[in-house]
């Protein structure tokens, strides 16, 4: 991108110059200056390197090779694939003659890959399509759906339209292997699959993967089988069990042996009385009255709208918004020194709107950045409120830019998706005076609260707690990290950003041997950061905190709230067992914190009572997300 050559191996975009060269696009001035960019290595004026768009690298024999397009590249998941590499594995099977990939969205799966077949002869089974593709790439590379078609759609130039590729026909996958469920359990659990994964049947033989599903799915599987079968099953049984004939039959066992945590219905709480907050919230409130004048628990967002701008639809579906999400009308005050949640009524969201759009485009962007950082930074009242509040800049005719942020007592990351999706949803409908088609929630956040603190006490909280009293028995109480200066008294939240990027075929392989040993990448590379820290702080016994999304209910998944709750994932480094050893000890102490996520992490460490210290963090010093 910055125009400086890359080194033997290194990725990175074709560029041609010379007197053959064009010298840009006829009539399409844009495209030109977009494509044809000065010549930094050429000492003629007006020179121009010509942007291919094609990703190569120079191999070790001088040779270029073609590792696919630039404009074909995609993000699922947090991985960034090259749609030509998954092509390219798909030609090399022996009944394809030509292969395309695209991604699609559905409401269901949310985003995953669909692969374009052109057979060379019968049509060949995609099983094993599939099992060619995974002997070859990773886990997430391999296409959820398959498409086969008699002809590829081409333009009148003779190019491929990628962009006349129909739409997955979802309902048809997976027909030629179908069975059908043979007990009651496997009925129930195929029809649970099919509304998780947005498929109309599944076969009891599936794999819960290969159909499309992966760990956040299997998170709101696990909350419908709970719903469905009154039992708690930890996260380790989809991986043990990935298809439905398995489950059931590791369902039947649970129940004959009286095993699994059954816990109380989520359900609305009386609203008379003072409502708690939950064990999340608390921790925030109390960081809160510790240090006022901080705002690093803000959760700013920042969003470019392009196009005309209907502001009194935006307002109005701000209100709507904040009617739908008691969370966002929610005050924070203390009685008797106790916090308590107090609930506003829904009333109009201000919007200030500031015009930007008399500025020149230098100061434009540096004022619009000035007032985003502002906004970040301007502190909340949890008392007076409000947690939610919006500015609009004006920056043109056709351009707004929306400046929202939250208090992170009233938010997670997962809540992001759900605030962004009930918004546009509030918004297309606004000017139509119809109510979008967003289904009534069975619960609020307040509801959660009170559920939680009723349930998780006396013999649940001692059963749940004495798994964490042994896990994290003689942890030492901080990581003892070789640092430049010595730790502050008082930790700030000052902090820095580093990025760096690997090899792709580095992350190929890592997904590989993450297989290869029943894993997933990030139990390998938890083990692999646990022996970091064991050579460079010489500590054997070891603590790294990581998030979970806590929304082990389905009632909850709809709902703007904090329910993000974090693991302490122990690790115990010896120097002389070998690597596949610790990603077997990884993989065992995940998935049963997993399995053990519904104590707080703010109760955990009240039960546990370490060395309290403001320098440190209790329990664990570094994260692993």
Do not use: C
Request: hydrophobic share 45%.
């Amino acid at each position: 991108r910055e125009l400086r050559p890359v080194g033997v191996g290194v990725a990175g975009e074709l560029y041609l110059s010379g007197e053959g060269q064009s010298r840009g696009y006829l009539g399409r001035p844009g495209r030109t200056a977009e494509s044809f960019v000065p010549d930094p290595f050429n000492g003629e004026a007006g020179s121009r390197l010509y942007r291919t768009g094609d990703r190569v690298r120079w191999s070790v024999r001088g040779e270029l090779e073609f590792l696919g397009r630039l404009d074909h590249q995609v993000k699922l998941r947090g991985f960034r694939i090259e749609l030509g590499e998954i092509e390219t594995a798909l030609e090399e099977h022996s009944a394809v003659e030509r292969a395309l990939v695209a991604m699609h969205q559905d409401l269901a799966r949310g985003a995953y890959l669909a692969a374009y077949v052109l057979a060379s002869g019968g049509i060949p089974s995609e099983g094993g399509l599939r099992a060619a593709l995974g002997s070859r790439l990773p886990e997430y590379m391999i296409p959820a759906a398959f498409v086969f078609l008699d002809e590829l759609p081409m333009t009148h130039s003779g190019k491929v339209d990628r962009k006349a590729l129909p739409e997955p026909d979802l309902a048809g996958e997976y027909e030629a292997d179908h069975v059908a469920p043979g007990t009651a359990a496997e009925g129930v659990l195929a029809g649970l699959w099919g509304e998780v994964l947005g498929l109309p049947r599944v076969s009891v033989e599936a794999s819960f993967f290969e159909l499309g599903g992966h760990s956040l799915l299997a998170t709101r599987l696990i909350a419908r089988v709970r719903d469905a079968f009154g039992l708690e099953i930890p996260l380790k049984e989809i991986f043990l069990t990935p298809t439905v004939a398995g489950l059931a039959k590791r369902l039947e066992e649970l129940e004959r042996e009286g095993r699994g945590l059954v816990l109380p219905p989520l359900l609305p709480a009386e609203r008379g009385g003072d409502l708690p907050l939950s064990f999340a919230q608390e921790r925030l409130w109390f960081l809160d009255q510790l240090e006022p004048g901080s705002s690093a628990y803000n959760i700013p967002l920042a969003v470019l709208l392009k196009g005309p701008l209907d502001v009194a639809a935006f307002e109005q579906a701000l209100g709507s918004l904040v009617k739908r999400h008691e969370t966002l009308r929610t005050r924070f005050e203390a009685r008797g020194g106790v916090p308590r949640q107090v609930i506003d009524p829904p009333l109009p969201v201000p919007l200030p709107m500031l015009d930007l759009s008399g500025l020149e485009a230098g100061d434009l962007e540096s004022e619009s950045l000035r007032l985003a950082s502002d906004e970040a930074q301007r502190l909340f009242d949890l008392e007076r409120g409000p947690v939610f509040r919006a500015v609009l800049l004006r920056r043109g005719a056709l351009e707004h830019a929306v400046l929202a942020t939250m208090h992170h007592i009233t938010s997670d990351g997962w809540s992001m998706e759900v605030l962004l999706r009930d918004f546009g949803a509030f918004y297309g409908a606004a000017p139509t005076g119809v109510a979008p088609a967003l289904a009534a929630l069975p619960v609020q956040y307040a509801d959660y609260a009170v559920w939680q603190r009723g349930w998780l006490r006396d013999e649940v909280l001692e059963g749940e707690m004495a798994y964490w009293r042994d896990r994290l028995a003689a942890l030492p109480p901080l990581l003892e990290l070789p640092t430049d200066r010595p730790r502050p008294p008082v930790q700030s939240s000052q902090g820095d950003l580093v990025e760096v990027s690997w090899p792709s075929d580095l992350g190929e392989d890592l997904e590989a041997f993450a297989r290869g040993r029943g894993s997933t990448l990030f139990m390998t590379l938890l083990a692999a950061f646990e022996v970091l820290l064991y050579r460079l702080t010489g500590q054997g016994s070891l603590a790294v905190g990581s998030p979970i999304a806590g929304r082990r209910h389905s009632e909850v998944e709809d709902l703007i709230g904090f329910f993000v709750n974090t693991l302490v994932l122990r690790g115990d480094v010896t120097g002389a067992q070998t690597f596949e050893e610790l990603v077997d000890q990884a993989r065992d102490r995940v998935l049963e914190a997993h399995a053990h996520q519904d104590v707080p992490f703010e109760r955990l460490v009240e039960e546990l009572q370490p060395e309290r210290s403001l320098s440190h963090s209790p329990l664990f010093q570094a994260v692993l997300v």
